[in-house]
C-alpha cells in the first residue's frame, strides 16, 4: 500500500529453509534485509532438512503460515519437492546457492556432488577453528601474556573497546587471537613490543566508552555509580571520569604511534567489521594497512 511504513505494515513471513545450520540464509537475509529499511521480515528457520520426511514437515509449515521462501538445499530430489509443494500453495521459492553451484561447474568443468552439509566437516581447518578458540579462551583480557609468540595477530586497547569478541569471532575463522589491556602507567608484557606479528590497537569515541563504562558499573552494582565489585573508589572514579578517559585513549593511540600498530576505531563498527579489516590486514602488510578516512 503506497504510503505505507514498517509501523502500520504486516510482517512479510518468511521462510528459511537449509540442509545444514542456516548460518548461509540468515547471513543472506541479514544482507540483503538491510536493504529494505521500511519493510519488516518475520523470518521462519528451518535447518537440517535432508529427508523427504523433513521437507513435508516444511511444506506444511508453509501452509500454515504462506510467505516466500530463501533455500540452500542441494539436494534435487528435496529441491524439486519443495518447489511443487510451495507451487501448490501459491508461494514462491529461490535457492541462493543454484546460480554460484551453476557457475562454478561452468567454470571448473565439474559436476557439483550437492552433498547436503558439505561445508561442515572435521577437516584441518575445522580443527584449526577449535584450536584458535581454545588460545583465544586462554589469552583472553591479558592471560599469559607471557606466552604470545603462537599468536596470529595480538589486539591492545583501552578497557572496553570490544578486545574479546572481536577475538572470539577472529577465533571462529580459524585466528589465534590475543588480546592486551592497555592501562595507563601500567608495564606491557613481556613480549609485546616486540612480537613480529600483527598488533592492532582497538580505539573508540570518548563519549562512546564513557557510556559503555558507565553502564557497566551501574550493572555491576546497581544503584551505585561510583563502586564495583573487586574495584575500589579510587580505581573507579578515573575509570568513568571524562578527562581521564579522553586521557587514556589518548595515551593509548600514542603508544600505538610509537610502534606502528595500526589502529581501528571500533565507534561506528560492528564486531564483524572490526574482524574483517583485521583479516584483511593479516593477508596484507598490516603496517602499510591503510584504513579508511573516518578511522583516522
Given at each position: 500500500m503506497s504510503g505505507s511504513t514498517m509501523s502500520d505494515a504486516e510482517p512479510i513471513i518468511l521462510h528459511l529453509v537449509s540442509e545444514a545450520t542456516g548460518q548461509a540464509l540468515e547471513a543472506v537475509m541479514r544482507a540483503c534485509g538491510a536493504q529494505f529499511q521500511e519493510t519488516e521480515f518475520s523470518p521462519r528457520n528451518w535447518n537440517l532438512v535432508r529427508t523427504r520426511m523433513q521437507v513435508g514437515r516444511v511444506l506444511a509449515g508453509i501452509r500454515a503460515e504462506p510467505g516466500p521462501v530463501l533455500s540452500s538445499l542441494t539436494s534435487p530430489d528435496l529441491q524439486a519437492m519443495l518447489r511443487e509443494g510451495c507451487a501448490r500453495?501459491?508461494?514462491q521459492v529461490k535457492n541462493i546457492l543454484d546460480g554460484t553451484i551453476h557457475f562454478l561447474e561452468?567454470?571448473?568443468?565439474?559436476?557439483?556432488?550437492?552433498?547436503p552439509g558439505g561445508q561442515y566437516v572435521m577437516d584441518n581447518t575445522y580443527r584449526r577453528r577449535i584450536d584458535a578458540?581454545?588460545?583465544?579462551?586462554a589469552h583472553d583480557d591479558g592471560q599469559k601474556a607471557t606466552d604470545l609468540a603462537k599468536a596470529d595477530v595480538i589486539?591492545?586497547?583501552?578497557?572496553?573497546?570490544?578486545?574479546?569478541?572481536?577475538?572470539?569471532?577472529?577465533?571462529?575463522?580459524?585466528?589465534?587471537?590475543?588480546?592486551i589491556p592497555l592501562v595507563p602507567h601500567a608495564p606491557l608484557p613481556v613480549g609485546l613490543e616486540d612480537f613480529p606479528g600483527l598488533v592492532v590497537g582497538l580505539t573508540i569515541d570518548p563519549h562512546t566508552l564513557l557510556e559503555i563504562r558507565r553502564s557497566r558499573v551501574g550493572m555491576m552494582l546497581p544503584g551505585r555509580s561510583v563502586s564495583a565489585p573487586g574495584m575500589s573508589e579510587n580505581l573507579v572514579k578515573p575509570y568513568i571520569?571524562?578527562?581521564?578517559?579522553?586521557e587514556e585513549l589518548h595515551w593509548a593511540r600514542r603508544l600505538c604511534a610509537r610502534h606502528k600498530w595500526p589502529v581501528i576505531n571500533v565507534t561506528h563498527r560492528s564486531v564483524e567489521e572490526t574482524a574483517a579489516a583485521i583479516i584483511d590486514m593479516l593477508e596484507h602488510d598490516g603496517r602499510d594497512y591503510k584504513l579508511p578516512d573516518h578511522d583516522m
Open positions: 500453495v501459491g508461494v561452468q567454470q571448473t568443468g565439474i559436476v557439483a556432488e550437492r552433498h578458540m581454545q588460545y583465544v579462551i589486539l591492545v586497547g583501552v578497557s572496553r573497546t570490544s578486545k574479546t569478541p572481536t577475538c572470539f569471532y577472529l577465533a571462529n575463522r580459524g585466528i589465534r587471537a590475543a588480546n571520569d571524562p578527562e581521564s578517559v579522553h
